[in-house]
């Protein structure tokens, strides 16, 4: 009797341990979508700016403005007193800022990496409070509200994460929130939207933010147009938080409270293998239910002829691909063998997300749930457009008519289809290129491994050639930025209708369901973009894409 109410008490221990954090997991997400709410207006996208010739004169950075005056906390690294910037809020709203005072060491210039700036146009501008970075804790929620520059988007991307370090030898903070490009400068968050610390820089796998106290501290000397080598002399008053913060334990290892949620969905994560032109690749897939038969989604680009399906019980089986679309890089298979199991198209999210979302959080569901990678929302729907996704050509022309060919690269497509420098170009596809913009135009339009019909005249003769495009040549990595685990997705933009989340997933991961606490369907991972980014095909996208495959197979199985 007595083994049995131990048992029994285990049972009820163990019951309301999970219960609790899951209800400390949901309390996190409350707090932090009130935080974004709160933060969201004053996170500012800049650039430096030239007034009298009216364009841009710098790359872009981050900042946050904290009073209804405009006073601006930035990074120094990104600041020059006197300097003139463009201002753009989230609303579209823009105006002109200046440059005031920095602090940067001497002999260690991106130390303490402090500053301000100023709008000086007039009006009264969204603002976000600022809080006590002398009061935060381990394990405390924080917010990152920035603009990293390879997403070259209006809107400033949303991540989610924890305090890890209170204070490391340099004197920064240190947090989960990851950072980039663009991102310096930028705010970070407590949960209730107060700037705790600005994003200075990344080294490996750590990200420094400069504390805000320190703006607190030197907020008089900073309002000075001036570079401090050392620290001011003049200190201001920090003052004390008046409110307690909270910390969760849960942060420390976040993934860990979404376990059993994402067991729920492991049985519709596959392991696809394929080869293409002899080279073995691997990804994800997931399995989704229609009325009669369960379906294979993935990303097309990772998946070659042939294609071997590993289940969840270890089991293989072969699948037919059904469609293909390169603009979503979506495939669409068909197991040989009918097999049990999918998502069903009921839980699939299918309104456009909106800003009262982010900050909600994702699952990524992996074949080995404790590999689960958690995240939020961190963006509402965009397009993102083709950079590294452009075929290569690998002939240049000059920006002048008629267009001629200026620059071949050796072994690239045009060399080996033996085009030469001052070849005029006449049409691509029957389109016909009468000037350097038409050129590109229609370059863009096509994909890795497309074939197009490239017209030249040469010496007065018209040459017709049949040319097949290659991927571009891959950059070499020259910023700390690039070097993450697994790199990123070779086919990662030229995306019509994606959003963002910061999982860290690498490229052959791609292609698994992504899914909210309750279990809905939010979509798949289609690229690992960057260090900070996964971008993700919504549910409404996958489910156009599967009815116009079955349309297309004449499959009315849906």
């Known amino acids: 009797m007595k083994k049995i109410l131990l048992i029994t008490l285990s049972l009820c221990i163990c019951t309301w341990c999970g219960f609790s954090q899951q209800l400390a997991v ?3 997400q409350l707090l932090t979508k009130v935080g974004i709410k709160k933060a969201y207006p004053a996170s500012i996208r800049m650039w430096a700016f030239d007034t009298v010739k009216n364009q841009q004169a710098g790359p872009q950075f981050s900042a946050v403005v904290v009073t209804s005056d405009g006073h601006i906390l930035t990074a120094a690294h990104v600041n020059t007193p006197g300097q003139t910037y463009m201002v753009t809020f989230p609303s579209g709203k823009t ?6 005072g920095k602090i940067e060491y001497e002999q260690t210039p991106m130390m303490p990496d402090v500053a301000m700036m100023r709008i000086i146009t007039p009006g009264k501008w969204p603002y976000a409070e600022m809080g006590w970075s002398s009061t935060i804790k381990i394990n405390e929620p924080v917010i990152s509200i920035s603009y990293p520059e390879s997403l070259n988007q209006p809107l400033p991307l949303v991540r989610f994460g924890s305090v890890t370090n209170l204070k490391n030898e340099y004197g920064f903070l240190q947090s989960t929130c990851m950072m980039e490009p663009g991102d310096s ?11 705790i610390g600005l994003h200075s820089a990344i080294n490996g796998d750590v990200d420094y933010e400069v504390p805000v106290d320190l703006y607190r501290k030197y907020w008089t000397a900073l309002n000075l147009q001036k570079v401090y080598p050392t620290l001011p002399e003049h200190e201001d008053s920090i003052g004390n938080d008046p409110i307690k913060v909270m910390s969760f334990p849960q942060l420390a290892s976040l993934n860990k409270n979404f376990f059993k949620t994402a067991e729920l969905f492991a049985g519709n994560v596959v392991s696809i293998e394929s080869t293409d ?3 073995s690749q691997q990804v994800l897939g997931t399995l989704i239910k229609s009325s009669k038969l369960t379906y294979i989604i993935s990303k097309s680009s990772l998946i070659g002829a042939n ?3 590993k289940l969840v019980d270890g089991k293989t089986i072969s699948a037919k691909v059904l469609y293909r679309d390169k603009n979503t890089d979506l495939i669409l298979l068909e197991p040989v063998i009918k097999i049990k199991g999918g ?9 456009t997300l909106n800003s009262n979302q982010l900050g909600d959080f994702l699952i990524s569901v992996l074949p080995d ?3 689960t990678e958690v995240s939020v929302i961190g963006s509402t729907k965009f397009s993102l457009n083709k950079v590294a996704a452009m075929p290569f050509l690998g002939a240049a022309v000059a920006y002048k008519q008629p267009v001629e060919i200026t620059v071949i690269q050796p072994g690239s497509p045009a060399a080996n289809a033996g085009l030469q420098v001052g070849d005029q170009v006449v049409s691509i596809d029957s389109a016909a290129i009468h000037k350097p913009e038409n050129y590109g135009d229609q370059l863009i339009k096509y994909w890795k491994g497309d074939t197009i019909k490239f017209d030249v005249i040469r010496q007065g003769n018209r040459i017709s050639n049949q040319i097949v495009l290659s991927s571009r040549p891959e950059r070499p990595i020259t910023h700390p930025a690039d070097l993450f685990k697994g790199g990123k997705s070779n086919r990662r933009d030229g995306f019509e209708n994606v959003f963002v989340q910061s999982t860290r997933i690498k490229p052959e991961q791609c292609g698994g369901p992504v899914i909210d606490m309750m279990g809905n369907f939010y979509g798949i991972n289609i690229a690992r973009f960057s260090r900070t980014s996964t971008i993700v095909t919504p549910a409404s996208v996958i489910l156009s894409f599967i009815n116009a495959s079955l349309t297309f197979n004449n499959n009315n199985n849906l």
């Not at 400068?185 to 700037?195: E, K, N, Q, S």
């Not at 069903?344 to 299918?350: D, P, R």
């Open 26 to 28: 949901k309390q996190i």
């Open 95 to 100: 105006c002109i800022a200046q440059g005031l």
């Open 277 to 279: 032109a002899d080279k």
């Open 369 to 371: 749930t404790k590999d």
């Open 185 to 195: 400068g930028g705010p970070v968050f407590d949960y209730l939207g107060r700037v």
């Open 343 to 351: 998502i069903n198209l009921s839980t699939f999210v299918k309104d």
């Open 307 to 309: 294609p071997i399906v």
